[in-house]
């Protein structure tokens, strides 16, 4: 008999199981050059898409937005940095944060308009309206096409400063300040031709006088600094004048300047001061007396750096000739030296020139 034949166990149910061939056929790699070169496309497409959006932010009018921006803010030192006024250091004492700080009002932008959009020219105008505490004018930023940076992104760079030229005048003071900063004022009387002048950003600011000492008073001024010329075509330059009065300090002195000069044309030999009124002036004088004394400092309307009032002398020039009353007007004149400031003698006492005038 022959060997009995194995036979594989039935599933349940009768069915035979199913026998599944596993391929064993090598995977295909991808090709790295392809994923490369979709990478450098990738790249390619990123770049150029930054370059426009970049160049889309430095146009002529998104270099004056972002200077005005600067300005509005108070940022003096980023501004002067972006656009540098050309003018000489001690012209730009007051083109600083902390001027800029003690403002009371700043700009506030209103319109931006590229003249020059859409132009291929490497010059474009901008002009920009602002408003100034109530005070409306427009700009005109003049916009040049620089070097671009790695070729294709665009610069432009901003030539004019917006900035508006001051001087300031102040009688009986030599400098005035702002925002913590000091300055010499501009001279008086050179109209129209004025030296110094200063700078200002756009704004409202204070303008005090500075080291006026205990006989001169002032109040501030306010200084309006806008580019009006562009609306009325006017003078750039704007002017502040403060005006200056003398103190009860300074009058006081005057009086007691007058006083004393008044008791000393009464009091021999004082009375031969060439100082003194001329009929005081003599050696055989009997009575010599101060009948009335200056006791208030009065200004002329046009002089106010000269006071006055009346001194009566008691006269009598010989023993039994009239007694007499010589009515005078005493001036004090007050000195002042090279500078324009008030001399004052080493106790700090103001100084004069005393005359007399006989009625």
């Known amino acids: 008999m022959g060997e009995p034949i194995a036979m594989a166990p039935a599933m349940a149910g009768g069915v035979q199981p199913l026998v599944t061939a596993v391929s064993q056929r090598p995977r295909k790699r991808a090709n790295p050059i392809f994923f490369a070169a979709l990478f450098l496309v990738a790249l390619v497409v990123v770049a150029v898409g930054s370059f426009v959006l970049a ?14 921006d600067y300005l509005a803010q108070g940022n003096a030192s980023a501004a002067t940095a972006m656009v540098d006024p050309g003018v000489a250091n001690d012209e730009r004492v007051f083109l600083t ?12 932008v209103e319109d931006v308009v590229d003249r020059d959009e859409g132009s291929s020219s490497k010059k474009h105008t901008v002009n920009a309206t602002v408003l100034v505490d109530g005070s409306r004018f427009t700009f005109p930023f003049e916009v040049r096409e620089g070097k671009p940076t790695l070729g294709v992104i665009k610069n432009w760079t901003i030539e004019n400063a917006l900035v508006v030229p001051v001087a300031v005048r102040i009688k009986d003071a030599t400098t005035f300040s702002v925002g913590g900063v000091t300055a010499p004022v501009s001279d008086y009387d050179s109209f129209p031709f004025t030296s110094p002048t200063y700078l200002f950003y756009p704004g409202v600011y204070e303008v005090n006088a500075a080291d006026l000492g205990e006989y001169i008073d002032a109040e501030p001024a306010t200084l309006r600094a806008t580019r009006e010329e562009y609306l009325y075509g006017a003078d750039p330059l704007t002017n502040v004048t403060i005006e200056t009065s003398y103190s009860q300090s300074l009058r006081a002195a005057a009086v007691e300047a007058m006083a004393a000069q008044t008791t000393s044309c009464a009091t021999p030999p004082g009375n031969l001061d060439t100082v003194c ?4 002036q003599r050696t055989d004088l009997t009575v010599l007396e101060v009948k009335q004394m200056p006791t208030e400092a009065k200004e002329w309307a046009d002089s106010t750096s000269e006071f006055h009032d009346y001194a009566f002398f008691k006269v009598q020039q010989g023993a039994g000739t009239p007694i007499y009353t010589l009515k005078s007007t005493v001036y004090a004149t007050l000195k002042f030296d090279e500078k324009g400031k008030v001399v004052v003698d ?4 103001p100084q004069f020139w005393l005359r007399y005038e006989v009625e």
Do not use: I, W
Request: zero cysteines; charged letters at 25%.
């Open 97 to 108: 944060d902390e001027v800029m700080a003690s403002a009371t009002s700043l700009l506030d």
């Open 55 to 68: 160049n889309s932010m430095r146009t002529p009018e998104a270099q004056v937005r972002r200077y005005l």
């Open 346 to 349: 080493s106790a700090g006492k």
């Open 277 to 280: 009124p001329f009929g005081l």
